[in-house]
């Protein structure tokens, strides 16, 4: 079982520019969750998907959106970045009906100059 | 969810017991305490969960209050590998469709 993947590792963007982060959920997994990771902070929830929908979004810009695809992975798309979206974005994933634990991938540092 | 407060950092010696706190004065009957742990760039990583009753498993034991405003997270044999950033979350119900709300979490530092 590969666990959560997220890509790219890392990336650099311009100021006003968009991003598409990606993400695979754990085998088995149908929901997937977004956070953002400041340095040195906690990791701040942005959105949830479940059945390809969104179905909880955290204190974040319509700047910040996202899309669920039928075999459950997921994209994060950024549009007109700030420097202050430089952080690491971390992917989630559970199994909504049963599981109470959420597996996070490695995260995909985001550096806007 | 109601709030946590954890201490900044914490230092623990190689081999012994490593015991983190947490503080949850303001949580209500329905909600778990979590335990997840972030090793130095990586993501979270989850630990142990619990209602009211003490919990243990292959890395962990919760221990809460009997009154559930406060619990201890604890590590029994404390390696350098054990050295990240913890963090205690309250959280409504046991499924997994809340999000995770992150604090500053403790920062422990195992010590050879």
Same mark, same amino acid.
């Not at chain 1, 199994?95 to 599981?99: E, N, R, V």
């Not at chain 2, 004065?25 to 329905?30: H, V």
């Given at each position: 079982d590969a666990g959560v993947t997220q890509s790219p590792t890392h990336l650099i963007k311009t100021r006003g520019q968009q991003v598409t982060l990606r993400c695979s959920p754990k085998s088995g997994h149908d929901t997937v969750s977004w956070y953002q990771q400041a340095l040195g902070q906690g990791p701040q929830f942005i959105f949830q998907y479940y059945e390809e929908e969104e179905r909880q979004r955290g204190n974040?810009? !319509?700047r910040f959106s996202g899309h669920q695809f039928p075999n459950y992975s997921s994209e994060l798309n950024v549009n007109a @970045? +700030? +420097?202050? !979206?430089s952080a690491l974005y971390l992917c989630a994933s559970s199994? @909504? *009906?049963?599981?109470y634990e959420q597996y996070f991938g490695p995260g995909t540092r985001l550096t806007v100059t | 969810d109601a709030k946590t407060t954890q201490p900044t950092s914490m230092d623990c010696a190689e081999g012994r017991a490593a015991n983190l706190p947490c503080n949850h004065?303001?949580?209500? *009957?329905?909600e778990y305490v979590y335990w997840y742990r972030q090793i130095h760039s990586q993501g979270p990583q989850y630990i142990i969960h619990g209602l009211k009753n003490n919990e243990t498993n292959e890395m962990a034991s919760l221990i809460i209050t009997e009154d559930r405003k406060s619990s201890t997270l604890i590590l029994p044999h404390a390696t350098l590998r054990d050295t990240a950033v913890y963090y205690c979350i309250v959280r409504y119900g046991? *499924?997994?469709a809340r999000q995770l709300t992150f604090g500053s979490g403790t920062q422990l530092t195992v010590l050879p």
């Open positions: 974040f810009p !319509d @970045l +700030l +420097l202050g !979206d199994y @909504l *009906g049963t599981s | 004065s303001t949580i209500s *009957g329905n046991r *499924g997994s």
